[in-house]
């Protein structure tokens, strides 16, 4: 295999043999030499031969039952294929089922020192981690209880930071970071991130055409076992959503002309062709924690972040449509020259959507003394897609060109806020943001 290449698939099969009733697989196994068969046969995946080139994100898009998860599977190891071969360079690092690779007796530690021995590092080098990985997790002192005894939230964080700590050559992500609180998720992407811009090679299996566009540098659809496409993500990803699209709107028009027919003289229902995830209040989030840590411990903290609904309330939800504020204390502690404070709104995927500036909004900057205290504050409407989740990335920089070309942050906090945006099934949106349009009909 090239060193180019992190992950190499060749004629790759899976074939299960289905018995109908039990004593079929024991009639198998007596009868197997009369040639008689006592089993249908599924093939799950058929003829998959693909590359992952080093430092790459391949992303794995196909509806439920497509062989995804059978894939990835045999890929680390996990299931045999019937036919084909998996090569892989360096350190491959799963993060398939929740949980995957843990023993649920063992405490988190332990399970951690477990897992860094399946992933071939020695007893010093996960010691060396150790600190690393508890400290991403953020569980607290559950890391010497049972994995057993964890919310899948708690085992979704240990897995996350053991796979993404033991500098993996290869990633494999099967939809694990779907699970855990929408903190961990943003927190857990930006990671992501950070590892794909490091070399690590990604295989990303994801329902979600948004992540594989976001993430991905080629994708691959998968249907009924086998590879319907594969190319660049923008090819591949729009004949899916075609695909996924015309199925969608056939389902409607069935369940459409099925209520036609059942009640003919009412009107039909309306159908919100969106897909509205369940939305979770997490009202002890209300008011964002106040971080009083210092910059460089000499120039300027943040005293507080807070996010405030149409009312003025601190708030970590708002309604599509809804105008809000986001506003940003912060103290002076050296007399400082040029000063600007600035926001960037990322989805979960870490895309940056929008943002904002003082400097960008007045093409001028601001000089303080030490000691004042200075308020920030940034209002508008809510115009992002509802029934997800967005951060808030908060920087602090001395800029004066316009040009920028004398920027210099000094501050910076990637995940300053997470919020929600609420969908509304009256008025769902199937883009990112909603822009305001006149329409007329001449
Ligand atoms: N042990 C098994 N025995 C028989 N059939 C199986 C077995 N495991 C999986 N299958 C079948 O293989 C096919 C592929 O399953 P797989 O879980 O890989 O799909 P997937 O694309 O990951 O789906 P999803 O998106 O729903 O997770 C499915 O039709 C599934 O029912």
Redesign the pocket.
Known sequence: MSSEVALTVKGLA?R???YDKPHRRLLQMLLARTGRRFYRE?V??QDISFTVPKGKVVGIL????????????IICGTLTPSDGTVEVRGRVAALLELGSGFNPEFTGIENIYLNGQILGLSRDEVDAKLADILAFADIGDFVYQPVKTYSSGMFARLAFSVAVNVEPDLLIV??ALSVGDAWFQHKSMARMRQLMESGCSVLF?S?SIDAVRALCDEAIW?E??RVKMHGNVTDVTNAYMNDVFIEHNRIVLQSMKQVVAAEESTSLPTTTQQDVPEHDHRSEKAEQPISADLVDGTVVSVRSKLLKNQQGQVTDHLHQGERFSLEFEIEIHRQINNLSLGFLIKDQFGQELTGESFFNTYRKSLNFEAGQTVRFVFSSTMLLRGGQSYSVALRINQVSQWDRSDNVIIFADELAMVFDVLADTDNPMWFMFKMPFGVACK
């Open positions: 899976k299960y043999y289905i599924f799950a995946l196909g509806k439920n039952g497509a062989g995804k998860s059978t894939l990835l599977q099967d939809e299996v329902h998968l009924q076992g």
